[in-house]
Structures are given as structure tokens and as C-alpha cells.
């Protein structure tokens, strides 16, 4: 069974810095895109950032030029660096991973249970 497991969440203040990690663990073959996406309160769920195994990486306009994604395929975990928080990346951070189980299978999405963030003005 997959789980993907989030941490470093929190309360920061504003112009604050915080560091996300999510780990993937289980019967694993390969993962393709790792990355993060957030819901705020009465919102859809957007992407903020994903990185391919390869390493390109694709941001979220909100994101560029203060959040970082990275990745350490060897731990099969993706962090995301955010800084110069605003109180509107207030929301929940969910790690998302496309992976397959198996040699030759597709890729399919799994998600991990959130980790809230909230930046205090």
C-alpha cells in the first residue's frame, strides 16, 4: 500500500519561510511527477508546483520567484521551499505523486492527507 506522508506545515507571519517535505513509501516501481497543490477554504484545489524524476519543474504563477520544489529520488520525497509568505498562501498543502507499481503499468496519482499552512498578516 502507498502512502504519502507530509510535514512542515505551520503558522508563520507574513514575509516568514517554511519548508515542506512529503515522503512516498510502499510497494513502489517508479514515480513521474511529485509535487504540491493547496486548498484554501471555499476554493478548488490548485497546483503550486511539480517536478519530473528527471528534474524539470513547472510553477504556479502565485509561486515564481519565491517557492522552490526539489527533489531526492533515492528517499522518493519532494520538498517545497516557501518563502515571503503572504496571507494568501494560507491553505492546505497537499503532496501529490504520479507513480506506478509496477514495471510497464501506468502512472497514477496518489495524495497525501494535507498539511496546513497559515501565514498570519
Known amino acids: 500500500q502507498v502512502q504519502l506522508v507530509e510535514s512542515g506545515g505551520g503558522l508563520v507571519q507574513a514575509g516568514g519561510s517554511l519548508r515542506l517535505s512529503c515522503t512516498a513509501s510502499?510497494?513502489?516501481?517508479?514515480?513521474?511527477?511529485m509535487g504540491w497543490y493547496r486548498q484554501a477554504p471555499g476554493k478548488q484545489r490548485d497546483l503550486v508546483a511539480h517536478?519530473?524524476?528527471?528534474?524539470?519543474?513547472n510553477y504556479a504563477d502565485s509561486a515564481k520567484g519565491r517557492f522552490t520544489i526539489s527533489r531526492d529520488n533515492a528517499k522518493n520525497t519532494v520538498y517545497l521551499q516557501m518563502n515571503s509568505l503572504k496571507p494568501e498562501d494560507t491553505a492546505v498543502y497537499y503532496c501529490k505523486a504520479d507513480l506506478a507499481l509496477i514495471r510497464g503499468s501506468a502512472w497514477y496519482p496518489y495524495w497525501g492527507q494535507g498539511t496546513q499552512v497559515t501565514v498570519s498578516s
Open positions: 510502499g510497494s513502489i516501481f517508479s514515480i513521474h511527477y
Open positions: 517536478m519530473t524524476s528527471d528534474g524539470s519543474a
